[in-house]
């Protein structure tokens, strides 16, 4: 307990030149709050910001410790933050003459779609209402603020904040909508600002009869009695279903709290001398550095968001196939284009980041309502990270930093095969909020989406629009398409931060019951599959090939990639088992073969004869008989290993020797039965016996990896030779080959003695063979079964390098099989009784233990021992992370995640130079200048690597 609630400061004033606040103050004030406080009084920027103040997240914590109750003294604050207000607006909240309007804004941390929205113009009531008609001489604003404000209150203070569950569905937003709607359509206006003042004021008559019906309460006539409700709906929003939900998806925690912002209200809805605008520094849908946005003339708050009109654009370069007729604001009001376009640099300068920015104009007057780090995908943030770099706006190590290494994925994502675009017509075009391509069945709810995903379908979100409400069934889809809405909507905004493709403001397709029907006359029913073009907005009827883009042309990207390797010291490797994996993988950035699965040749294209040999030599009963059927398998393994060490050109493949449980092996169909069993020239009875001969209880614990070597000797023999006389080959062609022979499922250091035995045997007969000296080769084990890391000291005196299996080692480290965890993890994950799966990210606190022990123990005894990981969490960032810090000279992944797994070790390294920084006393923290410290890291690192 620091200070006692009651000395507390809770209140946080900005406005006028000043701020209480700053930029630094997110956890206390929010993201909104404190950028706020930041334009409104940071010397550099003093920007046009209505005053307000910020109620901190200290309450929402002592609200929710405290029954739902306030700290006793913040009634007194805000009474004094609002006399500030005040005095700068010359106006009085509440004051019948000249009121005062506020807006009632909430704002964690963290942007947070699933929070109470805004309420505006707050403090109109039967009674000031009239000097707010004196005042502006405007009645039918005045009328107009004042339906919006019974609207706004009555949909997200009285019944969503209030926790009320609307009737047979439908809110009172929906009910009241539905009413002007009604009214709009029998006096036969277009859009809402044909609505007269004798319109406006009926509807508020009828709005507030329609809440006492479905609400059962009176909707409060006095501005300080809506204030303190708007307040506390913001706090009460913090637990509320959509931002649980939220939160849960984004791993933000729940201990976090939001703040409220009080802001005095400036009307864009003041004649068409005003407008409202969302407006982004650079675009951030492909990164372009220009400034971009939407406004609307004659509106108020989330009109623009809310897809009410068309936006139009605020310059020719914001303009859409929708908007390209539309006057922009340049044009419209050169002055205020020029005062906003000056802010907007002044603001991405200031940041030196990309800005997300609310403005309002009213009557000619420019005020900035918001400003954040704005949400981009991945191609936009890659991009972005770049030209900064060469603006010379952020250093190396930031622009690393910049971009997500999940982020990479979109750059990786599929596209739809273009050849088979340009020969389809598209069924309807909207505006491309989202890159990439995505198929999938067409559901038209959020719920739909969940359940039908949960089912393992592929769908595709279609809606008029998203709301909050929709959050996690957008999660779950491929991908959104709204037929309404801009480039600024929710659906847009939410899908820019995940990645997703996405399609929205589609006009051409009206959305009725689980159809939606094209302009063009196409029906999509519910089921149906369609193809998205997320990066030109394009939507196809069925499901279109996908296609995968050429990374190599991104300038951006391999800008960047460039700065990551003069960071990253972890080496990155990739699961390859075809030479075309290997060959893609090379493309990605791989330094090598983490692990070539020789099983693999077993399954797939030209694997019949292979899988053939491999059963009869699995059915035989004799060595003799094994033997023979090896010798026929050895030209097929020996031309696999060839053909992908030949790709690598002498970068390092670890190849592990045959790991499988046999019994996998055995074929099912009568035919191919019948076939083995005359190749063996015994009966099907015999073949019958020996098959169930095979069968184990507990195949994951049985009769595999380097157990099967020590019963068949022959088998690894085999392997080896191949391996040995491919690699021998290659080099004496001059093509070079560096093969590791890797030995699974080992858990003592004399299985390893075993098969190392056979392996100095055949390695002296191939070299004798080959007429070679040596062959360079490494011989290690995988390090999967928690004993063989506690005792990785004893495996080390025969293992060059250790391979840590995490998948197995997860497996056997927790008990948890790989295979059943579907049954129970969602329990454990919704329970939090773990907080991650820990087959996608390694188990640090635990599993992480045996790899740290087996690390330290293993170089104890060879200090030049080569350690690395393979299995999926190779490519996981946060598992790459750890790796690195636990000094590992390589993570291995798919192909697919080489480049996300570089970025990541990248992100790594310059963690660690930030925080030895820190550590470290001022005078030598000096010379660790950033940029100098990589290479020479590096160099060391690989000193480490090449010792061996
Ligand atoms: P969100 O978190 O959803 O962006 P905001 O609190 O920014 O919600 O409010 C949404 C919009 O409401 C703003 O972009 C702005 O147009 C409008 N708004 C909020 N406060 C005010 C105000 N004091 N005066 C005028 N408009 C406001
Ligand atoms: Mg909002
Ligand atoms: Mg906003």
Redesign the pocket.
């Known amino acids: 307990m620091a200070t006692k609630a009651k000395d507390k400061k809770y209140v946080y004033s900005f406005g006028g030149g000043k701020a209480d606040g700053n930029e630094s103050m997110k956890n206390l004030l929010g993201g909104?709050g404190a950028n706020l406080a930041e334009m409104a009084g940071n010397p550099n920027l003093k920007l046009p910001v209505?005053p307000?103040f910020t109620i901190t997240t200290d309450v929402c914590t002592y609200y929710y410790d405290n029954k739902r109750t306030y700290p006793a003294i913040l009634k007194s604050q805000i009474e004094k933050a609002m006399v500030s207000v005040e005095k700068i607006m010359g106006k009085k909240f509440g004051d019948v003459k000249n009121p005062l309007l506020?807006?009632v804004?909430?704002?964690a941390r963290k942007?947070m779609?699933g929070?109470m929205?805004?309420v505006?113009n707050i403090g109109l009531t039967e009674k000031t209402i009239q000097g707010l008609i004196d005042n502006s001489g405007d009645a039918r604003f005045a009328y107009d603020a004042y339906r919006r404000l019974v609207m706004m209150y009555a949909d997200v203070v009285m019944e969503k904040a209030g926790g009320l569950e609307p009737a047979e569905g439908k809110g009172i937003r929906k009910i009241m909508d539905e009413v002007l709607e009604d009214l709009k359509k029998e006096k036969g206006y277009k859009i809402d600002t044909d609505l007269t003042v004798e319109d406006l004021k009926s509807l508020v008559v009828e709005f507030k009869k329609l809440i006492k019906k479905h609400l059962k309460q009176e909707f409060p006539e006095d501005a300080w009695g809506q204030l303190m409700g708007g307040v506390g709906a913001v706090f009460a929003s913090w637990n509320g279903k959509r931002a649980v939900e939220y939160r849960s998806i984004e791993r933000i925690p729940d201990e976090w709290g939001t703040a409220v912002?009080v802001?005095?209200?400036?009307?864009?809805n003041m004649g068409e001398g005003s407008c409202?605008g969302?407006a982004f520094t650079r675009n951030p849908g492909n990164g372009e550095n220009y400034f971009y946005g939407e406004y609307l003339v004659n509106a108020?708050?989330?009109d623009?968001?809310a897809g009410i009109r068309t936006p139009s654009p605020i310059n020719d370069k914001s303009k859409n196939d929708h908007s390209k007729d539309l006057v922009t604001l340049q044009k419209l009001s050169p002055k205020v284009y020029k005062e906003l376009d000056s802010i907007q640099k002044r603001l991405e300068k200031h940041y030196h980041d990309m800005q997300d920015i609310?403005?309002?104009v009213e009557q000619g007057k420019l005020?900035m309502?918001?400003c954040r780090v704005g949400k981009r995908n991945g191609s936009a943030a890659v991009r972005m990270a770049a030209d900064m770099y060469k603006e010379k706006m952020i250093d190396a190590a930031t622009a690393i930093q910049r971009v997500n290494p999940n982020q990479l994925v979109e750059l990786l994502l599929p596209m739809l095969d273009p050849k088979a675009e340009a020969t389809t017509k598209p069924i309807a075009k909207g505006l491309p909020a989202g890159p990439g391509g995505a198929i999938g069945r067409v559901v038209f709810s959020s719920e739909d989406a969940v359940a039908w995903a949960a089912k393992g379908e592929k769908v595709i979100l279609v809606r008029e629009e998203t709301s909050p409400e929709d959050v996690d069934g957008m999660h779950k889809a491929q991908a959104i398409l709204t037929s309404k809405g801009g480039m600024t909507s929710h659906a847009a905004l939410v899908a820019r931060g995940w990645g997703k493709c996405c399609i929205v403001g589609c006009s051409e397709i009206e959305i009725s019951g689980k159809k939606m029907i094209c302009k063009d006359g196409h029906e999509v029913k519910e089921g149906d599959w369609i193809s998205l073009n997320g990066t030109k907005g394009l939507v196809y009827e069925g499901m279109m090939a996908l296609s995968d883009v050429d990374l190599a042309k991104n300038k951006a990207y391999t800008e960047l990639m460039k700065l990551v390797d003069k960071y990253k010291t972890i080496g990155v490797r990739t699961n390859a088992d075809t030479p075309k994996d290997a060959k893609q993988a090379i493309e990605f950035g791989a330094e090598g073969i983490g692990l070539f699965r020789t099983e693999h040749m077993f399954y797939g294209e030209g694997s019949d004869r292979p899988l053939f040999l491999l059963r009869k030599m699995i059915m035989s009963s004799t060595e003799e008989e094994r033997r023979a059927a090896l010798d026929q398998l050895f030209g097929f393994v020996k031309k696999d290993m060839k053909a992908t060490m030949a790709v690598m050109k002498g970068k390092p493949v670890t190849i592990r020797l045959l790991d499988p449980p046999l019994h996998e092996f055995v074929p099912h169909d009568k035919h191919k039965l019948e076939e083995l069993a005359n190749a063996l020239g015994i009966n099907m009875d015999i073949l019958k016996k020996r098959i169930d001969g095979l069968h184990e209880n507990n195949p994951m614990l049985g009769h595999r990896g380097v157990r099967l070597g020590i019963t068949y000797p022959e088998i690894t023999e085999m392997q080896i030779r191949a391996i040995l006389e491919a690699a021998g080959e290659l080099n004496k062609e001059k093509a070079k080959a560096l093969p590791e022979i890797m030995v699974p499922v080992t858990c003592t250091v004399e299985e390893l003695d075993h098969q190392k035995a056979i392996f100095d045997r055949v390695y002296a007969e191939v070299c004798k063979k080959l007429k070679v000296k040596s062959i360079p080769h490494l011989y290690g084990t995988m390090i999967e079964i928690p004993r063989a890391a506690l005792l990785a000291d004893k495996m080390a005196q025969t293992a060059d390098f250790f391979s840590f299996g995490t998948n197995d080692l997860t497996q056997m480290g927790f008990g948890f099989s790989r295979d059943d965890i579907g049954g129970f993890l969602p329990d454990y994950l919704g329970g939090k009784i773990l907080a991650d799966d820990p087959f996608q990210t390694i188990d640090q606190d635990g599993i992480g233990q045996l790899i740290k022990y087996g690390v330290e123990r293993g170089r104890a005894t060879k200090p030049n021992l080569k350690v690395g990981i393979c299995g999926e969490h190779g490519g996981d960032p946060e598992s790459v992370k750890f790796c690195h810090r636990m000094g590992m000279n390589y993570v291995s992944c798919s192909p697919f995640r080489v480049p996300i797994a570089r970025l990541a070790a990248a992100h790594a390294a310059i963690e660690e130079q930030k925080s030895a920084k820190k550590a470290a006393p001022k005078k030598a923290s000096k010379k660790v200048v950033a940029k100098k410290a990589a290479p020479a890291k590096k160099a060391a690192a690989k000193k480490v690597a090449k010792k061996r």
């Open positions: 909104k209505p307000g506020m807006s804004r909430s704002g942007s779609p929070m929205d805004t505006l912002n802001q005095a209200m400036v009307f864009g409202t969302v108020q708050g989330e623009v968001v609310e403005f309002t005020f309502l918001q």
